[in-house]
């Protein structure tokens, strides 16, 4: 049943109908007024959620255009970074600065496994000439379910002083507290297709202060992704170039939802679809990759044990019950299925997905107590 599709996958995820009857309506001119008052309420609500009374600008590009965005724009030819690498989505903005001429440093660990803040510590400690002139990590690691301590490589960063802390939390903003002015993060980026409820195509980068005193000297060569451009416009509610209007609206429309849930409501308060989902796994005698301490709040990544392959489990769920779940990346292929719920997904939601995915084990002959998944208590 087409209709019925159900996506558990950490992006695109599921869109609520009032955001859908907002796509639906018909575009209206950017040069508008009418546009303009959407435009300057979005962002209003955009700075609610990250959390900052400094700029949020709005791209039409998927989250990778706003992380580059928020790369390049303040930095410069040579300028040495150091880019925790722990995932598909960290090697990715190491191959970012690599494509820009950076001297780019990794700080790897291995995917499951959270960066190690220690790791920063030591590397910017030993900065003292003040040469690192970024620090860029992936908060929440979609390829592995991983959530990196943000906050204490954070704290690193700031004692360093020189350096930027650029974020790409594409699956964290909504689904975790990233407090952007309260840590002083610089640069932080997103995507609509995440935890925003919307469509892909619109990518969200948060800049600061000082960010911006770096945006005045820096030289990489940008135009279409200048962030100059956009804040010069957004102050006077429009955009440099024709904007996803569509997207916009039903921006506004999802983040009206998100503030009438709450801050506190969206960032899943305990115990959370995160912890139910992980509990149901293991009850299942299903292997998680990342460990509880460090799991993502947007997505679980789950290993299977010998003998049941990802990849049927997650063929069978798609044909018997309508729901889709994502494969493992690189060489995790074949290895692990990606459970996502992060965005308009309820308990229900939740609790339907662990149910099928006991059926589905079933029927693939593997042997555990029946109603395992099932939670003793709702999760909220
Ligand atoms: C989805 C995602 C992105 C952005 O990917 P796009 O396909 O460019 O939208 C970036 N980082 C993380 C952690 C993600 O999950």
Known sequence: MQDKLMLMIPGPTPVAESTLLALAKAPIGHRTPEFSAIFADAIAKLKWLHQTANDVLILAASGTGAMEAGIINFLSKGDRVLVGDNGKFGERWAEVCDAYGLQTERLRAEWGQPLDPEAFRVALEADTAKTIAAVIVTHSETSAGVLNDLETINRHVKKHGRALMMVDAVTSLGATNVPVDAW?????????????????????????????????????????????????????????????????????????????????????????????????????????????????????????????????????????????????????????????????????????????????????????????????????
């Open 184 to 380: 002083g993060l610089d640069v932080v980026a997103s995507g609509s297709q995440k935890a925003y409820a919307i469509p892909p195509g619109l990518g969200f980068v948060a800049v600061s202060a000082k960010a911006w005193a770096a945006y005045q000297t820096a030289n990489l060569p940008r135009y279409y992704l200048d962030l100059g451009k956009y804040r010069k416009d957004a102050a006077k509610d429009t955009t440099p170039f024709t904007p996803a209007i569509n997207l916009i609206v039903a921006l506004q429309a999802s983040l009206t939802q998100m503030q009438q849930e709450g801050l506190a409501n969206i960032f899943c308060p305990p115990p959370t679809a995160t912890n139910a989902t992980r509990a149901a796994m293991k009850a299942l005698g299903l292997g998680l990759l990342a460990d509880d301490a460090h799991a993502s709040d947007a997505i679980t990544a789950v290993v299977p044990p010998a003998g049941l392959e990802a990849e049927k489990i997650r063929k069978a769920l798609q044909q018997k019950f309508d729901i889709a779940m994502a494969g493992g990346q690189d060489h995790l292929k074949g290895k692990v299925f990606r459970m996502g719920h992060l965005g308009f997904v309820s308990d229900r939601d939740v609790l339907t997905a662990i149910a099928a995915l006991e059926a589905t084990l079933q029927g693939l002959a593997w042997s555990f107590p029946s109603g395992a998944g099932s939670p003793r208590q709702s999760p909220t």
